[in-house]
């Protein structure tokens, strides 16, 4: 099977009014179809400067990025992305919000009724199917989160990117969403790459979570394998030995990489 994503030599380098800045350098990563990634770093180190690149937003100064093989030039369907302040349109209701994204990409192959199915599949996945006719306004923060990734479900992307997509929501509701989070792509089995700060979501998450060094010329400074058994609970995780351990690994790399911003080998 094609790797979903692979990211090569990749290098972002913006002009700036005080000349070019050096975001990112040698950037390597392969992502497996249905792996769960999470990118960690401090912040301004360049996580979202890389999401924004697979998503196609913007284009690298150097290297190539791939999904399913072929290479990266613009948005695309096979990439849906969930943002940290869900974007959705306030005068469309939550069915209509999801419907939006549905149509742009099914309207010339799928019936009505087809695409309809698919706007309540994704508002029932994520819980909202009460909602659905509701406005953003009409709704709360986390519940405006799902509405996000019902949207970029509802598409069936090959890979779902989101960055930072709890990092606004009290404490709480994170979690809630994070055990959601879980059901769903043990459900849907979608390749998932996470931008966050949060280093028990990182772990709770993914396979591997991928620790970007400081910035400027920020690269991947380590790759921890989360050798956790699926699936996975909160409760029953917080004493387990391996979940410690991952946590340590990732806690020790944002340690050291905080007291010594140059240090891009560990110590
Ligand atoms: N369009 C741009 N022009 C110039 N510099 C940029 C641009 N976009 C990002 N940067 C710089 O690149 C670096 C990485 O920014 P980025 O937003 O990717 O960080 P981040 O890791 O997502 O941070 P945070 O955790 O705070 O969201 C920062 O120093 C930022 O100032
Ligand atoms: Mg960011």
């Avoid at 380098?13 to 350098?25: E, I, Y």
């Avoid at 405006?144 to 709480?172: C, H, N, S, Y």
Wanted: hydrophobic content about 45%.
């Amino acid at each position: 099977m094609p790797a979903a994503l692979r990211i090569e030599d990749v290098g972002q380098t913006f002009n700036t009014r005080n000349g070019p800045f050096v975001a990112l350098r040698d950037i390597h990563l392969t992502v497996q179809p249905g792996e769960f990634i999470s990118l960690i770093g401090h912040s301004g180190c360049g996580k979202s400067t890389l999401l924004n690149l697979v998503a196609g937003l913007t284009r690298p100064t150097e290297g190539v990025l791939l999904c399913a093989e072929r290479e990266i030039t613009g948005p695309g369907p096979d990439r849906a992305v969930v943002f940290q302040n869900h974007s959705l349109l306030p005068w469309l209701t939550c069915y209509e919000n999801v419907l939006l994204a549905v149509d742009r990409v099914f309207a010339s192959r799928e019936s009505r009724d087809q695409r309809r199915e698919r706007v309540l599949a994704a508002l029932a996945l994520v819980g909202l199917t009460h909602a659905q006719a509701k406005l953003p306004r009409e709704i709360s923060g986390g519940m405006k989160q799902r509405v996000g990734i019902a949207r970029a479900l509802a598409t069936e992307p090959q890979v779902l990117l989101m960055d930072e997509p709890f990092g606004a929501l009290d404490a709480l509701t994170r979690a809630h969403l994070q055990d959601e989070l879980l059901r769903i792509v043990a459900q849907t089995r979608c390749t998932t790459l996470m931008v966050t700060h949060d280093v028990d979501e990182a772990v709770l998450l993914s396979d591997r979570v991928v620790m970007l060094s400081n910035g400027p010329a920020a690269t991947i400074g380590e790759i921890l394998d989360v050798p956790l058994a699926r699936p996975r609970s909160r409760l029953g995780l917080s004493e387990d030995p391996v979940y410690q351990a991952c946590r340590a690994a990732v806690v020790d790399f944002l340690h050291r990489r905080h007291t010594h911003p140059a240090a891009l080998v560990p110590a």
